[in-house]
């Protein structure tokens, strides 16, 4: 059951990043979308900037599950955690050194940083509610 688990958590990452792939690039690059109406009062249009700048939370998701069920050692499951704070310490500081519309630029990408330690942390959480439920049950 446990490799049928871990086989699900990695069809389900690579599916979810090449959907975030596609939504960053509707973000960004402004492909046509679909349903894109600007007087609609329902506002479908704003699903694809809010998917762009916040559906990656699903791939770290699976990904950290994923770490966290696979590896032994308690430092190799910190490895993504450490790769995203290296990153996002890589933007602080290049928001902080730039000069004119460079911080734009530098304040998105920390900002495409939130989505990835929110799914790091909800990874966390499953993953320690899921190791007490297998020591209460023991």
Not at 59 to 72: D, S
Request: with cysteine; proline share 6%.
């Amino acid at each position: 059951m446990k490799n049928r688990v871990n086989q699900i958590l990695l069809a389900a990452f690579f599916l979810t990043a090449a959907l975030y792939v596609y939504f960053l690039l509707v973000w960004i690059e402004g492909i046509p979308r679909p349903f894109y109406d600007p007087n609609d009062p329902f506002r479908f249009y704003e699903l694809w900037v809010y998917l762009g700048v916040g559906f990656h939370v699903v791939p770290c998701f699976c990904l950290q599950l994923l770490v966290c069920r696979m590896a032994k050692s308690p430092w190799v499951r910190l490895i993504p955690v450490f790769l995203l704070l290296g990153l996002a310490s890589w933007f602080t500081m290049g928001l902080f050194t730039a000069t004119g519309w460079d911080n734009l630029g530098w304040g998105l990408l920390l900002l495409l940083c939130a989505a990835p330690a929110a799914g790091y942390a909800l990874a966390w959480a499953v993953y320690g509610i899921q190791r007490l439920r297998q020591h209460i049950n023991q």
